[in-house]
């Protein structure tokens, strides 16, 4: 907020400036100040201006092509936790902890201690991987994309995901597709097929013992088809299936459904809608 037209006002203190705004002339007063208010990120105004730019840019571009959600390994990400133990070191005035040396469930309370504490940090190291996730995904043929959008969502924990979408380089013109024509049916099926699938490359393959998000890099010699695959059945599939989670009743069809989340069976199929991706 700032004075307009009254010489010398803007050095007024908050004492004056009750005695002005109490005073008789108080609507003259009034009518010299202005106020500008900055988009403040999380706040309704923020948002609704985020989704009219979604909006035009859906007029502009057509549907996007993909929609995609990240969720962020945190727990596992040992650069992550490599870079906050430096910090903690700095900051305590010990030795940098090697994490990898302790026993899992010591291991496990010691991350989520440090995604409490360095939220921060954890935040600026997803922006980052999101970043490298897209520019590398705009490599692949098939995947280059001429604009995107996406927005970050939090945890109560702190732990963060992403939600977007994709306008493919050479993606087809949805508005101008009819899904009750079944060529264009057709179409789309043979477009999206080799882009989104509901399966694990690799039927049965094993469970690994270490969680694929802990490490830096798939093992030597390992195929994308086996590192995929170990990556869904460690974070995607669940060794029991219970009622309270797996499955519930519908209250709508009254019948047993499978909740929309993916379940890679012992098959290797899987109800995963293919738009979740597991950033590593």
């Not at 999206?192 to 093992?219: E, G, L, T, W």
């Not at 519930?248 to 499978?258: A, D, G, T």
Request: proline share 5%; aromatic share 10%; charged share 20%.
């Amino acid at each position: 907020m700032y004075i307009r037209t009254h010489p010398g006002a803007a050095d007024l203190t908050v004492e004056e400036l009750r005695e002005r705004l109490n005073s008789n002339t108080k609507h003259s007063f009034i009518q010299s100040i202005q106020r500008q208010i900055d988009w403040i990120p999380g706040l309704t105004s923020f948002w609704q201006r985020q989704r009219r730019q979604l909006i035009q840019m859906i007029e502009q571009l057509g549907s996007p092509h993909l929609f995609f959600t990240l969720s962020a390994a945190d727990l596992h990400w040992p650069d992550l936790h490599r870079i906050i133990e430096q910090q903690r070191a700095i900051a305590e005035g010990v030795e940098v902890l090697d994490i990898t040396t302790l026993a899992e469930r010591v291991r496990h309370n010691r991350c989520v201690n440090n995604l409490t504490k360095y939220p921060h940090i954890v935040a600026s190291f997803l922006q980052c991987r999101v970043k490298l996730f897209l520019n590398t995904l705009n490599k692949f043929p098939g995947f280059k994309f001429v604009d995107h959008w996406y927005r970050y969502e939090w945890q109560h924990r702190g732990s963060g995901h992403v939600h977007g979408f994709l306008w493919l380089s050479n993606g087809p013109n949805l508005q101008q597709k009819d899904l009750e024509n079944p060529e264009h049916r057709r179409e789309l099926i043979d477009y999206f097929s080799d882009k989104v699938f509901a399966y694990a490359p690799i039927p049965n393959h094993p469970r690994p013992d270490v969680n694929p998000c802990q490490m830096s890099r798939p093992a030597a010699g390992k195929t994308n088809s086996a590192d995929v695959t170990e990556l869904l059945n460690r974070c995607q599939r669940h060794a029991v299936c219970l009622p309270t989670y797996c499955l519930r009743c519908s209250k709508w069809l009254s019948v047993m459904n499978q909740r929309s989340k993916g379940i890679i069976r012992d098959s290797g199929r899987s109800s995963l809608g293919g738009h979740k991706t597991i950033l590593v």
